[in-house]
Structure formats: C-alpha cells, structure tokens
C-alpha cells in the first residue's frame, strides 16, 4: 500500500485524484495547510497526518487540524516502513 | 530496513533539506541505513561550499548537519550532470574544464545518475523530498 | 522617491521568498521611499495566527512583519478574496486592512513600481 | 530489478525539471529496470505538437521523448483528464497513450518506485 | 498605464483579476500556455500580446493564438517604454 | 530611457536569464541605458563561476552572454544577503568567513538591496524576470 506525501495545496488535489482510497496521506512543509481541505471533503481522518513541527510553525492548530493527527519525525518513519512506494506530490 | 533519499531543493527555496535531514536523524534513531542520499535537480546547490548560515538561523546551519551525516559513513551523492551545468563541481572537474574554483563541499561527492538507480534499487524505501 | 508596491504571492515558511521580499521593503522605506505591503494568494498564510518558526528552526515570520512600522511601512494590505478562499482569520494585531480586487486594481495602477513577480 | 514509474508534471521548456527526469528514467531503463513514464498536469504540454526549441536555443523536448522507445522505455501514458484541462491535442507519433484516473491509482499502487516529486 | 508580464497559466488568473481592463497583458514563458484561456474568456485581443521565441518553442501556433499578436524582444521593449509600472506574475 | 532589471530565478529552473538578457540586447538595440541588473533571491545561482554549459545548449551559454554584458559596463549586482546564505560569495567574503573557496564570477559583484532600490529609483522603468 502506497503512502502520499503531500508538500502543498495543489500536491493534495493531485494526490487525491490518484491515489487508492485507503492509501494514507501525510502532509508537510506548506501541504499541512491542505488540511482543511481534506476535513471539508469529509475524507476520513484515519488516513490523514500531518508534520507536528510544520503545522506548529505555519500556526495550524487544532482549529485547523480538527481530528488529523499531528505526528513527529519517528512516525513519519514508521509510516514509511509500513508502507511502498511512497510517492511525494508537490505541484 | 535500507533507505535510498533524494533531496530536489535548493536551500531557501524548500524544506527540502531540513525534511530530508531530520528524517535522517530519526532513521538513524529507529536502526535504519541509509543507502545513499541523492542531490538532483536544484537539490544539487545543497553541496555548494560557501554557504554562510545567517545568524538568526543559526539553530539550523544545514551544512553542519550535513556534515554530521557524512560523518557516519553516509555517501551525499550530487548529480554530477545536474551539478556541472548549474556550477557545482568538484576538483577533478574544475580541472577538467578550466574552472576558477572547485564549488563542491567536500563532505559531498560528484555522481552519475546511476548511482541513484543503483541505490534505490538496493534499498528497501525510497523517499523524494521535492523542490 | 517613487511609491512602491511590494506584493508578497507566497506562503512563509517553505521558501525565503516572503522574508527577502520584507527585507527588500524595509529597504525602501529606509530609503525614505513610500513604501505599501500587499498580501495575496499564498501569501495571506503570513497572517495566520500563532505561527512558531522556532517548531522548524526559523524566524517567526509574523514577528518580521509586526516590525514593519517600526520602519514607517504603515500601507498593509491583504487580499480579501485570497483570505476567503484560504480560510484565513488574520491576526488583526498585525493592522493589515482586507482589500477588494477592484482597490488591488488601482493600488497597482497608481504605484510607480511594483516588486513581486516571483510567485 | 524493481519497476520504476517516473512522473513528469511540469511544462518542458521553462526548467529543465522534466528534461532531467527523462534523463533519470532512460538511466533506469539502461540498468534493464522496467520503466513506465507517466505525464499529468502541466506535463501534457510535453506533447504539444510542432514544437520548435531551437526557437529558444533549447532542445526540443518531443525529440526527447521520441528517443523513449530505443533506450526500451516503451510503457508511456498520459493523463487523460490533464490533457483535456489544458486542451492539449497530444502529437500521436509519440506513442502516449491517455489514461483515466483510476487507472493512473492503479499504476501507481503496482509500482515498486515512484520518482517525479518534484513538481 | 500598467504593462502585465505573465508567466504561467496562474499568473494570467491572478493577473486578470488585479488588473484594469484597459492595461495590456504580455504572455512569456510557460505564460504562452495561457493564450487559450485568454481566447476562452473572449478578452479583448488587441490588448494580449504573446513572445513569439517562447510560443514557437513550445509548439503554440497559430490554432492556440487565435488573433493574439506574437511578439518579438523589440516589440516588448516597445511595450515598456509605453507603460508603467511593468507587473510580473508567475505564481 | 533608463531602465533597472531583476533577475529572481536560477539558471535551468526558470526562463529568467534568458528572457533578461534577450531584452538587455534589445534594450541596447534601441539605444535604451541599463542602471543595473539585480540578482535577487535564487537569482544569484546566475553568478556561479563553475557553470559548465551542456554542447546541447551552447548557442545559449549564459555566462559568455553575461559576459557581453558586463563588458559594456552595465553593472551584474548580486544581492549580497541572498547570496552569501546561498553560497555565492567574491573573495572579500570567503576572507571574512574563511570559506573555502570565492565562487562569484569575476563578471558579478556583490552588493546590498539598497542598490536595488537606488538603480529603481534612478530608472525610468523597472522589469523583473521572476523565478
């Protein structure tokens, strides 16, 4: 199973018209404010991460995040030896 | 598990680099090897040897972490096509071409492309982290 | 000295962009220019509340702009219809006033130069 | 050998990013990895007919992509719905066939590597 | 009077709403793509002007162009002696 | 007329130097004045001194048409902020920061935003190449 890794707005949009609807997504650099993208769309939050630090710096917070987790570096790792290819969107 | 890495971005025009760094660390962290880290594209400035990390950033001097990675055996392999034409070369091709100086840090290193195919190809994992 | 329009298109943290852009407006201003700050696009993400640089090691980049009139850049604006389409709640302590396409229309039309063309 | 899936997704002539990235996929192919080439977004004007480089002192981009076949690289697509946002009419000698969106997560999910981030 | 350099597709977006609609519009670069939707929004053609080096490399002929003018450096210096400020979009 | 230009794009990554230059050569063609060319964020790229250009591309070799340039005296200033943090930096610098090596062409200079805003000032049009 794939993992997205997604670095922008536009990266989601490209990602969500081409990956399985049970591939997870993380979000990173400027992609954690394409969170309130994936909570308007109703997508399920299971599947959706985002870079604990990155989102701390561009200040999206819970408000913005909503249920999306917020994960550090070692489960970034953890996301990518549980899954392949990984496939990085960043348009 | 062995990760091949490939870094596109420039410094100060991404993440790229910081991305690409503190996965490394906690790679490093979990047990994994690192197969090779891989600079292309714009990613290729990363191994420019003048960088003067501003004050205000001091916390993040990228090149001293770089430094740190090719401290533990880790091979920084620069794209040697995307790094000649853009002004990133090593003393064998400031040589070669009569250049007025070698432009490549020497904890990076000139390769072809091969060497990219050749490290994903032996790792479990490859991870791009975009310009 | 000429009015000068800087805009800032992208967001702050990924790139330099936005911070060499402030860099360069406070130059002007200290040149005694007049100096205006326009916010669009991406680059409506620098209002967004409680930014942290330190989390990656960076600038706070609302910090560098709360400094701007401190160096006499008091025209702020921010692109009303790039805050809406982001979903951003600017920080109003940052003083940047919300500004319709059709003002954005005239403040470009009426500034002898405008520096932004990069995102 | 794993399966590479190369993606291309920016325009040929304003950086050298898809350029680089063929160069990337015809190493892969000459190491006797299977390659597949895949273009969306603004990759599809990669096969915009009449392309004329030397109008800008650069290498027209269709003559690489013809160049695919003999380095064995000869599983190319590109995205269907890409090419109909950006009315590109694709030159057909370049052997692209058009690929849905479902198709395009299942190539992806098959695929052992995926290199093209970038854009 | 203000002269607009576009570079890319979405710049010309970005432009066309800060624009006013008398000023003149420039399209360079990957901005040549951009002609189509110009045409499609049946904007004022003696006002679009696109670099004719930029359109032939890029294979944008005639068929994409409709009636834009193709230019060429000497006549984009024209248009900047003839303007100002002088605008530059990528986004 | 005077005119003051900006470079914001690196080579390879963008249409930047190319279209800047095209236009110097028309602007001198129609007997126009150029205050100064800007290198501004990744722009400085431009001023490497080890660029080796690709055979496949050398009708359009940057650094020889900078080159044509600076030879008549119109000024290639690149912004000294952007630059040193990006690894651009002229003999002065690599001194004060004991770096390896000045990897600035001899063709460019490195000088503050200030000449950005003076060279706009003294202009009657400012034209900005972006990235």
């Given amino acids: 199973m794939s993992l997205h890794l997604v670095f922008s707005q536009n990266g989601l949009s490209a990602c969500l018209q081409r990956r399985l609807p049970a591939d997870p997504v993380l979000m990173l650099g400027d992609g954690v404010y394409a969170c309130q993208q994936w909570l308007r769309e109703q997508l399920p939050n299971d599947l959706a991460f985002v870079l604990a630090a990155d989102a701390a710096a561009r200040g999206i917070g819970d408000e913005q995040r909503g249920d999306i987790a917020a994960v550090d570096y070692a489960q970034f790792v953890s996301l990518t030896e549980a899954h392949s290819p990984i496939v990085s969107w960043q348009d | 598990m062995k990760y091949a890495l490939a870094v596109h971005g420039a410094p100060y025009s991404s993440n790229a680099a910081e991305h690409a760094l503190s996965f490394i660390e906690a790679l490093q962290a979990c047990g994994h090897d690192i197969e090779r880290v891989f600079f292309f594209h714009e990613g290729v400035y990363q191994g420019l040897n003048g960088q003067v990390t501003p004050q205000s950033l001091h916390d993040n001097a990228l090149q001293a972490r770089w430094a740190a990675v090719a401290a533990q055996g880790i091979e920084l392999a620069v794209c040697i096509a995307s790094g000649i034409k853009r002004g990133v070369v090593d003393s064998a091709e400031q040589e070669r071409y009569d250049l007025p100086a070698a432009t490549l840090h020497t904890d990076f290193t000139l390769v072809g492309l091969g060497q990219l195919i050749a490290a994903i190809d032996n790792a479990d994992r490859y991870v791009e982290f975009p310009a | ?119």
Wanted: one cysteine or more; a negative charge; hydrophobic letters at 45%.
């Fill in chain 3, 1 to 119: 000295m000429k009015n000068y329009l800087f805009i800032i298109s992208r967001a702050p943290y990924a790139s330099s962009h936005a911070f060499e852009q402030l860099e360069a407006a406070m130059v002007a201003a200290v040149f005694d220019a007049s100096v205006t700050v326009l916010l669009r696009d991406e680059g409506v993400w620098a209002l967004q509340p409680r930014q942290e640089g330190s989390a990656t090691q960076q600038n706070t980049f609302a910090k560098a702009l709360a400094a701007l009139p401190a160096y006499e850049v008091e025209q702020l604006y921010v692109c009303r219809a790039s805050l809406n389409k982001h979903s951003v709640s600017a920080d109003p302590s940052l003083g940047f006033e919300p500004m319709s396409l059709a003002a954005q229309q005239r403040l470009i039309d009426s500034s002898d130069v405008v520096i932004g063309g990069q995102s």
